[in-house]
């Protein structure tokens, strides 16, 4: 068997999902190689040829694939994945757009967001937004398939040895075009990969209410998230939002504050480790999923916390 | 400009899902169904089009079971014009249901496709990606605008990280995200009118598609359950029991 992973980045950077990724295709189990895609991408080229179990590092480096088009994605990992037995990628929302297009122009289905791997055609991953948990078999000769990184442990980022090789292939669709775009900038850890997350719901009223939020994260090197309520409400950017058709997060400690804990959010953080809910309502359900309940009034809670955490911290 | 819109019957969001205990699926017998809210989502948008004068018919395609004409009629009663119903009680994968709109595609040479970006059953967000390719369109994913302007369509898409803009030649697909909008309800003038509306009935073998599923479920669980903790009194407790039990600070 042999396996590309197609990593994830962001033409600065590697992120970590890429080592849950080829964590995945070891599980699968055989020769595990990377294509970097992207545009100056040298540097992320040599990070992934560091991971711990990498064969092979191939490097599509072009402007086309500069913004990560789908169109143009598609076609390239459609013609370097052609000889693999299985092509895997993370489902953040760059592979959730252009791997349904690589199984599409395979004529092969894709297996999307595995959460497990119980042998090499055979899967594991949620469906009715994890109220249910599915073992799916896949019976096409290429399995394509999205990894949820936090199903899998990443492998080391540091200790491999693999080759780079240039690849030459210029897949171009002319379909779309990049115009713009706005990304918020943060210096809290990203937050699909932090080890704690503290998110806000309605109950943060606005978005100036978040910043006792972040004080909190400051204090404990933590990520800010939030649930889609609060994003609707415009309180914070989408990006932050946590759950089913969010971020899914598994920290070490999951803080919910102002969150009633519908089923669509906790689909995004039910596999953290630990789980705080604070809430003025001692029947929100989210007390039903908290190894610690506090029944509070937020705006009383968070700054008793921000001081206590001072004091221990 | 035609707009084709993909709607789905799925189970209602609001309903509590159950595993059948023989683990071969969930029970959806006397369970509410509903249109994916994706879907509602992506009417909506078309509608909105309809309004400003860009779109100029809207056909909603379903494909499912009989009962899957209710969701076209809502679609229809919402204000789109037309309706074709695939109808078949298999269970239809993405690759199919992406080769079924193809069909659909090639008939009716919509300018714009809109879909929902997953449905809450299945949870695969692949249907409409797969229909791009398969027709040679650019897609607009986890659309949180979409500006139609002469034969491009700028969609802006919710990424990791925040937003980004693409610029798609027409034709091209677009998937919602749950931001784009917020659908209205059908009024009962329109849910009377919309049964009037023209709705057109044909079977996968019609469209020449064959379906053969490549997946196939071995066993369907319920997820290990969490168990509730416990209440702490205060901050100081609980700031406490982070740092000395639980040992996550
Ligand atoms: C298709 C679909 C997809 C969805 N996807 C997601 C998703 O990915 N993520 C997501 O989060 N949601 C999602 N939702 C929405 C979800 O159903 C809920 O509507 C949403 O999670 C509610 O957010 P909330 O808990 O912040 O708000 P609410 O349910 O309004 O809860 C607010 C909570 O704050 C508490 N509160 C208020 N004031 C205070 C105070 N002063 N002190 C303490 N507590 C206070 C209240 O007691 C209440 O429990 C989705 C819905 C649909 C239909």
């Given at each position: 068997?042999?396996?590309?992973?197609?990593?994830?980045?962001?033409?600065?950077?590697?992120?970590?999902?890429?080592?849950?990724?080829?964590?995945?295709?070891?599980?699968?189990?055989?020769?595990?190689?990377?294509?970097?895609?992207?545009?100056?991408?040298?540097?992320?080229?040599?990070?992934?040829?560091?991971?711990?179990?990498?064969?092979?590092?191939?490097?599509?480096?072009?402007?086309?694939?500069?913004?990560?088009?789908?169109?143009?994605?598609?076609?390239?990992?459609?013609?370097?994945?052609?000889?693999?037995?299985?092509?895997?990628?993370?489902?953040?929302?760059?592979?959730?757009?252009?791997?349904?297009?690589?199984?599409?122009?395979?004529?092969?289905?894709?297996?999307?967001?595995?959460?497990?791997?119980?042998?090499?055609?055979?899967?594991?991953?949620?469906?009715?937004?994890?109220?249910?948990?599915?073992?799916?078999?896949?019976?096409?000769?290429?399995?394509?398939?999205?990894?949820?990184?936090?199903?899998?442990?990443?492998?080391?980022?540091?200790?491999?040895?693999?080759?780079?090789?240039?690849?030459?292939?210029?897949?171009?669709?002319?379909?779309?075009?990049?115009?713009?775009?706005?990304?918020?900038?943060?210096?809290?850890?990203?937050?699909?990969?932090?080890?704690?997350?503290?998110?806000?719901?309605?109950?943060?009223?606005?978005?100036?209410?978040?910043?006792?939020?972040?004080?909190?994260?400051?204090?404990?090197?933590?990520?800010?998230?939030?649930?889609?309520?609060?994003?609707?409400?415009?309180?914070?950017?989408?990006?932050?939002?946590?759950?089913?058709?969010?971020?899914?997060?598994?920290?070490?400690?999951?803080?919910?504050?102002?969150?009633?804990?519908?089923?669509?959010?906790?689909?995004?953080?039910?596999?953290?480790?630990?789980?705080v809910?604070?809430?003025?309502?001692?029947?929100?359900?989210?007390?039903?999923?908290?190894?610690y309940?506090?029944?509070?009034?937020?705006?009383?809670?968070?700054?008793q916390l921000e001081e206590e955490l001072k004091k221990v911290l | 400009?035609?707009?084709?819109?993909?709607?789905?019957?799925?189970?209602?969001?609001?309903?509590?899902?159950?595993?059948?205990?023989?683990?071969?699926?969930?029970?959806?017998?006397?369970?509410?169904?509903?249109?994916?809210?994706?879907?509602?989502?992506?009417?909506?948008?078309?509608?909105?089009?309809?309004?400003?004068?860009?779109?100029?018919?809207?056909?909603?395609?379903?494909?499912?079971?009989?009962?899957?004409?209710?969701?076209?009629?809502?679609?229809?009663?919402?204000?789109?014009?037309?309706?074709?119903?695939?109808?078949?009680?298999?269970?239809?994968?993405?690759?199919?249901?992406?080769?079924?709109?193809?069909?659909?595609?090639?008939?009716?040479?919509?300018?714009?496709?809109?879909?929902?970006?997953?449905?809450?059953?299945?949870?695969?967000?692949?249907?409409?990606?797969?229909?791009?390719?398969?027709?040679?369109?650019?897609?607009?994913?986890?659309?949180?605008?979409?500006?139609?302007?002469?034969?491009?369509?700028?969609?802006?898409?919710?990424?990791?990280?925040?937003?980004?803009?693409?610029?798609?030649?027409?034709?091209?697909?677009?998937?919602?995200?749950?931001?784009?909008?917020?659908?209205?309800?059908?009024?009962?003038?329109?849910?009377?009118?919309?049964?009037?509306?023209?709705?057109?009935?044909?079977?996968?073998?019609?469209?020449?598609?064959?379906?053969?599923?490549?997946?196939?479920?071995?066993?369907?669980?319920?997820?290990?359950?969490?168990?509730?903790?416990?209440?702490v009194?205060d901050v100081a407790e609980l700031v406490d029991k982070l740092k000395n039990?639980?040992?996550?600070i």
């Amino acid at each position: 068997m042999s396996i590309l992973v197609i990593a994830e980045h962001d033409n600065s950077s590697l992120k970590q999902a890429t080592l849950n990724v080829v964590a995945a295709a070891k599980a699968i189990g055989g020769d595990i190689d990377v294509l970097v895609a992207g545009e100056n991408v040298g540097a992320i080229a040599e990070a992934a040829a560091k991971a711990e179990g990498v064969n092979k590092v191939l490097v599509a480096d072009n402007a086309a694939y500069g913004h990560f088009l789908a169109e143009n994605l598609g076609e390239l990992v459609a013609e370097v994945g052609k000889n693999y037995s299985h092509i895997l990628t993370s489902a953040g929302t760059t592979g959730k757009d252009f791997m349904p297009r690589v199984a599409a122009l395979l004529d092969v289905a894709q297996v999307s967001d595995i959460i497990r791997v119980e042998s090499a055609d055979t899967f594991v991953r949620p469906i009715y937004a994890g109220n249910a948990i599915a073992t799916v078999k896949a019976s096409d000769s290429i399995k394509v398939i999205t990894v949820r990184p936090t199903g899998f442990d990443p492998v080391a980022a540091e200790g491999g040895s693999a080759s780079v090789e240039q690849l030459d292939v210029v897949k171009d669709a002319g379909l779309s075009s990049f115009v713009g775009e706005e990304k918020a900038k943060s210096d809290r850890p990203d937050l699909a990969s932090a080890g704690i997350v503290i998110s806000g719901g309605r109950g943060m009223q606005n978005g100036d209410n978040f910043k006792m939020l972040e004080q909190v994260a400051d204090l404990m090197g933590a990520a800010v998230g939030a649930s889609r309520a609060a994003v609707d409400a415009g309180f914070v950017p989408n990006d932050m939002q946590v759950g089913q058709t969010g971020k899914i997060v598994a920290p070490q400690l999951y803080v919910a504050v102002g969150i009633s804990g519908a089923i669509q959010h906790l689909a995004g953080m039910s596999d953290s480790k630990v789980i705080v809910a604070i809430n003025k309502d001692e029947e929100a359900p989210i007390f039903q999923v908290a190894d610690y309940g506090l029944v509070a009034d937020l705006f009383e809670a968070v700054p008793q916390l921000e001081e206590e955490l001072k004091k221990v911290l | 400009m035609k707009v084709l819109v993909a709607v789905k019957r799925v189970i209602d969001y609001n309903v509590k899902v159950r595993v059948k205990p023989d683990n071969t699926g969930v029970d959806l017998a006397n369970v509410k169904m509903a249109m994916n809210p994706f879907c509602e989502i992506a009417v909506e948008e078309a509608v909105r089009l309809k309004e400003k004068g860009v779109a100029s018919e809207i056909v909603v395609v379903s494909i499912g079971p009989k009962a899957a004409q209710e969701q076209i009629r809502t679609a229809l009663a919402l204000g789109a014009d037309r309706g074709i119903h695939i109808e078949t009680d298999e269970e239809v994968q993405s690759l199919e249901a992406a080769k079924l709109l193809k069909a659909v595609v090639e008939k009716e040479e919509p300018k714009l496709v809109i879909l929902g970006k997953q449905s809450i059953d299945s949870d695969n967000n692949q249907t409409g990606q797969m229909l791009a390719a398969l027709t040679g369109m650019g897609q607009g994913t986890f659309a949180s605008e979409v500006v139609v302007e002469g034969d491009k369509v700028n969609v802006t898409r919710e990424v990791d990280g925040g937003l980004m803009t693409v610029a798609l030649n027409l034709p091209a697909v677009v998937t919602t995200d749950l931001r784009l909008n917020e659908p209205r309800y059908a009024s009962l003038p329109n849910i009377m009118k919309a049964k009037k509306k023209p709705l057109d009935a044909m079977s996968p073998a019609d469209l020449g598609v064959e379906i053969a599923p490549r997946l196939s479920t071995l066993k369907v669980e319920a997820p290990a359950s969490r168990q509730a903790g416990i209440k702490v009194a205060d901050v100081a407790e609980l700031v406490d029991k982070l740092k000395n039990e639980a040992k996550v600070i």
